[in-house]
Nanobody
Framework: QLAESGGGVVQAGGSLKLSCVASKRPFGSVPLAWFRQAPGKEREFVAKIDWDGQRTWYADSVKERFIASRSYGASTMDLHMNNLKPEDTAVYYC?????????WGSGTQVTVSS
């Protein structure tokens, strides 16, 4: 019910913008979050944005490099990723927070080359 897009291959120091779009039901009144899963690792929290787009939370590893954005009450959100590092390589997912199993999409692959 949530679909991610915008991933790709980028060199270290580069930027990418990911997008998350909800379908089948509105998510405009709940916080939305980004998660990522690197090969051989568990899925981890990356960023979260409140329903009105005014408050955001970030994992320490991405603070000051990633920016989550969302229009007031929208069921879509973006993740602007700057100064990317090889350790940011992962499949990125969006979901509500705490995540709901049924809402996981297929994710979008981000690969950062050194």
């Amino acid at each position: 019910q949530l679909a991610e897009s915008g991933g790709g291959v980028v060199q270290a120091g580069g930027s990418l913008k990911l997008s998350c779009v909800a379908s089948k039901r509105p998510f405009g009144s709940v916080p939305l979050a980004w998660f990522r899963q690197a090969p051989g690792k568990e899925r981890e929290f990356v960023a979260k944005i409140d329903w009105d787009g005014q408050r955001t939370w970030y994992a320490d590893s991405v603070k000051e490099r990633f920016i989550a954005s969302r229009s007031y009450g929208a069921s879509t959100m973006d993740l602007h990723m700057n100064n990317l590092k090889p350790e940011d390589t992962a499949v990125y997912y969006c979901n509500v927070d705490p995540p709901v199993t049924a809402y996981w999409g297929s994710g979008t692959q981000v690969t950062v080359s050194s």
